[in-house]
């Protein structure tokens, strides 16, 4: 599928909310823990005391499905569609797409070209990586693909092709394909998958679905120190934790270096889990007759060892995506709170954690809500600010950059 065309935002304003009144009072309090274990959290309130009001600016229009975005050292933003294509705003707000080989793409429902993030070391390397559904002689499976691209920001040229490859996808329906690379504090790249609609593959140590995988950038080998590097199986040497549905987020707590991962929920929960090497998440909805059971809970604690999550929606679900932490000052009453994107609902949401992952409250982000239709993905740049991109389709797509009002 060709790129879509992209429209630079008329002014530095165009679209803007500027919110001036802030409702305070309304944080809402953790709830209780349920039967199943899971902390199922009141209904969110609009905002929370001392949070700064907030101007909203469109960098770029005109985008259809826009996955991920992220800040290269030299102010550019980049970001890629889930049907294909990649496109750079540039410090000047100049909007340009990058040329680059996505021929083989395989894109269906859910899956197509997702996650991407930059090499901690862009710099130097001008590398970055890639998540994506691709066809393949043997069929589609998805994969982890390193890119280089040049000064200008006018083509991007595989380098590792893949980097790591072989992670299921759902070929008939592209359902559950995850996929989110994101680097943790020790500059190993972690990569959140999902369970392709299979009942069995989230318990399974024996496939990389419904999982989060921790690799060597360089090599796409295991990393040091990964819980199963004694494994026979080369598959479960990869793995860093498993029991996941569809993991679309991940997040590394400024301050704690601890990894958030979120995931789209079954009938029943959306969830974020805290990361422990070696944890089982247990999404486990295989039924007696091998069927997708979606009506059972989220994290199945009659597992062994079943880690409860940290958070979770409940019933009704609002189909939680990417996740990023907000840090600075600057921010006020948002420094430190986790944002996840929102797409059952619209908006985002803001959990706040303390070291130990646990919640102290959540609240919606006001100036977001109802305003933009469905978040993808909420990140912070290197610069600060807040990138967010929308998924709303048919090109009603945008870019937008959020910051504190001064």
């Known amino acids: 599928m060709p790129p879509t065309t992209r429209r630079l935002a008329a002014g530095p304003c165009t679209g803007a909310v500027l919110v001036l009144l802030v409702l305070g009072g309304c944080s809402t309090a953790p709830g209780e823990q349920g039967e199943d274990g899971v902390t199922a959290v009141p209904d969110a309130a609009t905002s929370a005391q001392g949070v700064p009001a907030l101007a909203v600016d469109v960098l770029a229009d005109g985008l259809d499905h826009p996955w991920d975005v992220t800040r290269a050292p030299d102010g550019t933003l980049l970001l890629d569609?889930?049907?294909?294509?990649?496109?750079?705003?540039?410090?000047?707000?100049?909007?340009q797409e990058l040329d680059a080989d996505l021929s083989d793409l395989f894109a269906d429902g859910e899956t197509g070209l997702m996650g991407l993030t930059l090499d901690p070391a862009f710099d130097r390397s001008r590398r970055f990586y890639t998540c994506q559904g691709v066809q393949?002689?043997?069929?589609?499976?998805?994969?982890?693909?390193?890119?280089?691209?040049?000064?200008?920001?006018t083509a991007a040229t595989r380098v590792a092709d893949p980097l790591l490859g072989g992670i299921p996808v759902n070929e008939a329906t592209g359902r559950h394909g995850g996929c989110r690379p994101r680097f943790d504090a020790e500059g190993q790249l972690l990569v959140g998958t999902g369970d392709n609609a299979v009942s069995s593959n989230p318990q399974d140590l024996g496939t990389l679905a419904g999982k989060v995988l921790r690799i060597d950038p360089a090599?796409?080998?295991?990393?040091?120190?990964?819980p199963f590097l004694d494994s026979s199986d080369p598959v479960t040497?990869?793995?860093w934790t498993y029991g996941h549905r569809n993991v679309q987020g991940l997040a590394v707590q400024p301050g704690t270096g601890a990894v958030y991962s979120v995931e789209q929920g079954s009938d029943r929960d959306d969830e974020v889990n805290r990361s422990v090497p070696g944890g089982n998440y247990g999404w486990n909805p295989e039924g007696e007759d091998g069927g997708y059971d979606e009506s059972v809970p989220m994290t199945d604690l009659g597992l062994p060892g079943?880690?409860?999550?940290?958070?979770?929606?409940?019933?009704p679900t609002i189909a939680t995506s990417g996740g990023g932490f907000l840090s600075g000052r600057e921010w006020g009453g948002y420094d430190g709170v986790l944002l996840l994107g929102v797409q059952k609902d619209t908006g985002v949401l803001a959990l706040?954690?303390?070291?130990?992952?646990?919640?102290?409250?959540?609240?919606?982000?006001?100036?977001?809500?109802n305003s933009y239709g469905r978040v993808r993905t909420p990140v912070q740049g290197d610069d600060g600010a807040l990138y967010l991109t929308t998924d709303n389709g048919d090109g009603e797509d945008q870019l937008l950059r959020v910051t504190p009002r001064s």
């Open 237 to 239: 040497r990869l793995i």
């Open 136 to 153: 393949t002689a043997a069929g589609a499976e998805i994969q982890v693909i390193a890119w280089t691209v040049d000064e200008g920001w």
């Open 219 to 226: 090599t796409g080998e295991p990393s040091a120190g990964n």
């Open 306 to 315: 079943a880690i409860a999550a940290v958070w979770s929606s409940g019933d």
């Open 352 to 369: 706040r954690l303390d070291a130990g992952g646990a919640l102290v409250e959540q609240f919606r982000v006001p100036e977001l809500e």
């Open 81 to 95: 569609e889930r049907g294909g294509g990649f496109t750079a705003v540039r410090p000047d707000g100049a909007v």
